[in-house]
DNA sequence: CGAACCTCTGAGCGGGCTCTGAACGGGAGG
DNA sequence: CCTCCCGTTCAGAGCCCGCTCAGAGGTTCG
C-alpha cells in the first residue's frame, strides 16, 4: 500500500474498480498496478461476467476493453450504466479501432487510452476520472502534484519550478508524474520503464537514464539538484535542501 | 464534475433534465454529458415513459425527439406542460421535419436542434433555455465567455479580441466555444471532435488541427497567442502572457 | 442561376521526439 | 593505483506529429 495516494470514497473505503479484458497478461498487469494504488480491484474476462460482476461488486470506475470476445464493450457500458449510472469508465482500445468505436464518449467525461499503453498513464486518467466525478474523498485532490518548490498541474499539462514555467515533452513528463507520486522513494529503473512506458516496450534501461538526464538539464539546470541518483538502485525526487 | 459551470437551481440543487430519445446511443451519449456538466439526468425511451418520468422527476428542462416509436413528440410535451407549463423543451429532430414540425415552437421560448447535433451545440441551447426562462441560481449567469481579452457573446454570436470583432465560421464558433468553456485544460482532439462536431462525424482528428489553424489565424494573428499546442496531448487555450 | 462561403480530404513539409550507439568520467573495490 | 562497471552525455538516424496549402464538393444566399 501507498500511504500518499491513498484515494478513498466518501465513506472511507478504497475506491473500487472493475478491470475488464480477455487478455489474462493485460488484466493482471492492470490489476496489479491499481491494488498497488490501494484500491479495490476485482477483474471480468467477458461482457457476461462483466456484467454479473458489476452488479454484484457496484465498483465505482470501470477499465473495459472495447473488444471483447462475447460482445461489445458499448453495450456492457449501457448495461451497467442501467443499475449504475454514474459509474466512470476508461476504455481500452487497439489504435486502429479508436477513431470509429470510441465516438462520442469522452464527450461525457470517460475516457479512453490505447494500447500498448503506459501504466503511469492509465492509473493518470483513471485518478482524474474519478476526481471529476467527485468520487474521491479529499475534494481538494486537485490535478496539482507538488514536490518542494516544483509543481505539476495534470489538467494543463503545465510544469513550474519556483514559478518559472518548463516545457516538457510527453515521455519526459510522464516520467517526472511518475516521480513527483512518489518522493524520497528510490525508483530503480525496471520500476521507471514498466510504468512509464508501454507494456510491449522492448527497450533497454538506459532509455531512463537518457531521459533523466533530460530531466535534469530541464528542471534542476543551474538550481539545487532534486533528482538524485542512487548507485545501484535508482532514483529519487526530493525537494532540494533534504 | 466541473467547478466552472456548476449550474445550478434557485434552490441550489442541480439543475433537471429529462432526456428523451428511443436510440439507445444517442440517449447515452446525451445524458453522459448533461451529467458531465453536472445536471440531474434521467432518461426515456418512449413517450408512454418519457411522460411518467416527468410526472415523477419534475424536470427544468426536457430534451425531446420529435420522432417517438409509440407516439408524437408534440402530444408528450401537451402532456408534460398540462402537469409543469413553464418546463423548458429542446426538441431533437431529422432534418426534412424541420420545416413542418417545429414551426411556432421557438417563438414559444423552446428550442431545437437537427441530427445529427453536437454535443457543445446541443449543451449551448439546453443552457441559454434554461438561463432565459431564470431557473438558474445565477441570474448573473450571462451569454458572455471571457477568456483574457478574448470576449464570446453566445447570444449575439459575436467574438470579440482586445475589444475587435472577429467573424467565425459555425464551425470555427463551436470550436472556440468549446476550448472557451475550458480555459487552462487541455482538451484531446478526440474531446474536440467528440463535442464539436456532429456524433456521426467519421472523420479523422486531422480536421481538428485544420480548424485550430484556421482559429489562430484569426484569434492569434499577429496578437501574443492564446492557443497552445501540448504536443502529444492536445490542445490549450489560456489567456496571454501566462 | 451564379457567386461566395464553408467543410473536409489529401499531400507535402518541417521539426520535435524517441531511441541507438558510442565515448567519457567517476566511484567502488581489489 | 589500476580496473571494472555504472551512470552520464553527445551525436545522429528515423519516425511521427502537427501545420499548412490547394482543391473538390456541398450549401446558402443573392
Known amino acids: 500500500m501507498n500511504e500518499r495516494t491513498a484515494l478513498t470514497r466518501p465513506d472511507g473505503t478504497p475506491v473500487r474498480v472493475l478491470v475488464v479484458d480477455d487478455e489474462p497478461d493485460i488484466a493482471e498487469v492492470v490489476t496489479g498496478v ?3 494504488e490501494g484500491w479495490d480491484v476485482r477483474t471480468a474476462g467477458t461482457g457476461r461476467d462483466a456484467v454479473r460482476e458489476g452488479l454484484d461488486f457496484r465498483p465505482d470506475a470501470v477499465v473495459l476493453d ?3 470476445p462475447d ?6 457500458l449501457r448495461e451497467l450504466r442501467a443499475a449504475q449510472p454514474h459509474v466512470c469508465v476508461l476504455f481500452l482500445t487497439a489504435r486502429d479501432t479508436v477513431e470509429d468505436r470510441v465516438t462520442g464518449i469522452t464527450a461525457g467525461g470517460d475516457d479512453y487510452v490505447t494500447k500498448p499503453f503506459s501504466l503511469e498513464e492509465l492509473v493518470a486518467r483513471l485518478r482524474g476520472l474519478l476526481r471529476r466525478a467527485g468520487m474521491t474523498r479529499d475534494l481538494a485532490e486537485s490535478a496539482q502534484l ?4 516544483l509543481v505539476m498541474d ?3 499539462r503545465e510544469v513550474t519550478r ?3 514555467g518548463i516545457d516538457l515533452s510527453p515521455t519526459e513528463f510522464e516520467l517526472l508524474r511518475c516521480l513527483m507520486r512518489n518522493p524520497r522513494r528510490v525508483l530503480s529503473k525496471t520500476q521507471l520503464l514498466d510504468r512509464v512506458w508501454s507494456y510491449d516496450f522492448g527497450g533497454q534501461a538506459h532509455v ?4 533523466v538526464s533530460y530531466l535534469r538539464k530541464k528542471i534542476d539546470a543551474g538550481r539545487e539538484p532534486m533528482i538524485h541518483t542512487v548507485r ?3 532514483y529519487v525526487l526530493k525537494p532540494a535542501g533534504r
Not at 146 to 149: K, L, P, R
Open 34 to 36: 491499481l491494488r498497488y
Open 66 to 68: 472495447i473488444m471483447l
Open 71 to 76: 460482445r461489445d464493450g458499448l453495450s456492457v
Open 146 to 149: 507538488t514536490v518542494g518548490d
Open 154 to 156: 495534470e489538467d494543463a
Open 162 to 164: 519556483g514559478g518559472t
Open 208 to 211: 531512463v537514464e537518457l531521459y
Open 232 to 234: 545501484g538502485a535508482g
